[in-house]
């Protein structure tokens, strides 16, 4: 069965294959709309999910309590960056530019993640735990994506 850790390594490892995407598309195109939508929709679902499953696991624990808060604000980081490019004209140059800083925010936090905040949560949350919030991120993430389409 598959931990939270891994699961959440999946979800990463597609969302920068979708960065790559929206980054190569230009204008105003069906495309950059396409990839764009996509990549906001799974990103938001992805981290509301990991919040109602990893991040309120570790905000309950003292000793992980700051790693959490720290991702659960870049999770708001992040949302408010999809709020401003939505907002834009996708043929702006100032959407480009906002969407590479966007890019590079979320590659960071990826990052992040996995080499920092995922090995602090693995020494303190046992084997079956960790299954048990794959389950929750697995059944989370659907609803969540229909709630932000």
Known sequence: MTDIFSRLKQDHDRHRQMLERVADTSGDSKERREAFEQLRIDVSAHAN??????????????????????????HKEADEYFEDLVSKDFDNPGWLTRFKTLKERLEHHMDEEENEIFAAAKKDLSKQRAQELAEIFNERKPVEKTEVA
């Open 49 to 74: 999910a990991e919040e109602q499953s990893l991040y309120a696991e570790m905000l309950s624990r003292p000793d992980l309590q700051d790693k959490g808060r720290h991702s659960v604000a870049e």
